[in-house]
């Protein structure tokens, strides 16, 4: 029995004698240690690999890389028979491995996973044989701040970039996601339907509008489109994160654009003022718009009425701008409200004591010969014919003609 353990022993040792550096050998890991691995070739003494042998990438334990009983291919790195010591390298097989299966998948745009072995200044590191690396900015569709909890992510790549010659292989995650949610996107704007509600998340937000998730692709709601009311800033209305209701406005597959509504979904001013107001009725306004024919006030939140110059003051006034001014809070009167015709006419002065007349305001006015008085202005009959409060007819006008032209008049006779 003896002597045939020495004819095993002595085979085991010719076998080990034929080794060189570079051959490819099979065994068994048997032990592990932090920095090192043992591997069982069938030969008079095992194999080492050495942790920075096991992988492409850095690892800070031996047991990141094997388990023990795990079978693997090896490339002899060394032989030292003073020390016994035969050091292998997991890496160098799984390198020239990978190389092609990388090629490959890089001609064909194949989708593969990747853990994420590494977190490392500009990006991530994963082990795909070879050393691949994942830029920050290839890792999501949006900006990333902090990468500190991607470690031991799974993630769905395509290779980028490759270069044998120099070790260099680049992996995009963003790549992937680009192309699944221009497909979503495609599916999602081929259902929808303009003025379909939806409801939906606020996910950015811009000074022109706030972009909003309707399923996994977003939709523009313009700043004049979040609110009923003056929006000088979307944060002033909603915020990231929100859920919000909204109404399709518009869908453009071509451009990939979608435009949505968020006051649109919800009931109009002058829907909810309907039926608040009566003719009649004293309310509090805020002056918002001042024009030459009067003054626009805002009654309830997006209903405003027309103050017409006649009914701001008792007194003349020749422009609103003498006695009101933006954001003046005035009381008035509702002389008509119309909510179909989004229409309101207010009175200011009524809501005021008319003032009393003078002695000489009380005085009837000038018959038709009277003349003007000093620093009047004599009336003229397009004044007249331009107000509807004065009847134009023979009579009145006779007093005027005679009196202006009554001497010119004598010397042709």
């Known amino acids: ?25 099979k065994g068994t890991i048997v032990k592990i240690d932090d920095n090192q691995a043992y ?3 069938g030969y008079k003494y095992d194999g080492v690999i050495p942790v920075r042998e096991l992988s492409a990438i850095q690892l800070g334990n031996a047991s990141e890389a094997v388990q023990v009983g795990q079978e693997v291919e090896l490339k002899v790195v060394s032989i030292d028979d003073e020390k016994e010591k035969l050091v292998l390298s997991k890496r160098l097989i799984d390198g020239e491995k990978a190389w092609d299966g990388l090629q490959s998948r890089f001609e064909s745009g194949e989708v593969f996973e990747v853990v994420v072995a590494d977190v490392v200044k500009g990006g991530l590191v994963a082990d795909v044989g070879v050393r691949g690396f994942i830029p920050a900015s290839m890792v999501e569709r949006h900006f990333v701040e902090d990468f500190s909890d991607y ?18 292989v680049i992996l995009s995650a963003k790549e992937v996601l680009d192309a699944e949610f221009e497909q979503n996107k495609q599916q999602v704007i081929a259902g929808l339907q303009v003025g379909a509600q939806l409801e939906g998340t606020v996910q950015r937000l811009t000074p022109f509008g706030a972009f909003v998730d309707i399923g996994g692709i977003d939709g523009l709601v313009h700043v004049s489109e979040l609110s009923w009311q003056h929006v000088a800033h979307p944060k002033d209305v ?24 968020l006051k649109a979904a919800q009931p109009g001013p002058w829907e909810s003022a309907a039926g608040q107001f009566n003719v009649g009725d004293i309310v509090t ?29 008792h007194h003349h006034i020749a422009t609103p701008f003498e006695v009101l001014k933006e954001g003046q809070e005035v009381q008035a009167k509702v ?31 000038r018959a038709g010969g009277g003349r003007p008085q000093r ?4 009336v003229k009959a397009e004044d007249l014919g331009n107000n509807p409060n004065v009847s134009l007819n023979s009579s009145s006008m006779s007093y005027s003609l005679a009196e202006r032209f009554g001497d010119k008049l004598s010397k042709l006779k």
């Open 1 to 25: 029995m003896s002597e045939e353990i020495n004819v095993q022993d002595q085979a085991a040792m010719d076998n080990f004698v034929s080794l060189k550096k570079g051959d490819t050998v």
């Open 39 to 41: 591997v069982s070739l």
């Open 151 to 168: 470690k031991g992510r799974t993630l769905r790549v395509k290779v980028k970039e490759i270069d044998r010659e120099n070790n260099k």
């Open 238 to 261: 909603v915020s990231e994160g929100q859920a919000v209701t909204v109404k399709v406005l518009k869908v453009d597959p071509a451009a990939g654009k979608i435009s949505l509504s």
């Open 285 to 313: 306004g805020t002056v918002r718009r001042l024009v030459t024919f009067g003054a626009f006030v805002e009654i309830a939140p997006g209903v405003e009425g027309l103050v017409h110059i006649s009914q701001i003051a």
């Open 335 to 365: 002389l008509d409200f119309n909510s179909a015709e989004k229409r309101v006419s207010l009175s200011i002065k009524e809501t005021q004591e008319a003032p009393e007349q003078s002695a000489s305001e009380q005085k009837a006015p």
């Open 375 to 378: 620093g009047e202005r004599p």
